[in-house]
Nanobody, 115 residues
Framework: QVQLTESGGGLVQPGGSLKLSCTNSAGILNFNSMGWHRQRPGAQRELIAGIERGGSTIYPAHTARGRFTISRDVANNTLYLQMSNVKSEDTGVYFC????????WGQGIQVTVSS
């Protein structure tokens, strides 16, 4: 059974930093890719960053490069999203995702950017 467990969310002030973590109970390298998605209030879920099994990273055009960095610790089966210089529009629920023939999702974690 695949379990993706996010942690590290919460309230952060504009301009601050936050690092999200996601542990994958089934092992990172058993999946074609993993990624972070965000769902803003009233909006659809969108991909923020992804990483393929071989380590190549994917950042959609709408992702603010330089403010979001995806990384992983294979030995500890943990995926990270480093968020820097956060802005109010980064507020939302962040979901960890893994794909191997189908999507697997974490429960989501709230990130609120507010002073």
């Amino acid at each position: 059974q695949v379990q993706l467990t996010e942690s590290g969310g919460g309230l952060v002030q504009p301009g601050g930093s936050l690092k999200l973590s996601c542990t994958n109970s089934a092992g990172i390298l058993n999946f074609n890719s993993m990624g972070w998605h965000r769902q803003r209030p009233g909006a659809q879920r969108e991909l923020i960053a992804g990483i393929e099994r071989g380590g190549s990273t994917i950042y959609p055009a709408h992702t603010a490069r330089g403010r979001f960095t995806i990384s992983r610790d294979v030995a500890n089966n943990t995926l990270y999203l480093q968020m820097s210089n956060v802005k109010s529009e980064d507020t939302g629920v962040y979901f960890c995702n893994a794909w191997q023939g189908r999507d697997y999702w974490g429960q989501g974690i709230q990130v609120t950017v507010s002073s």
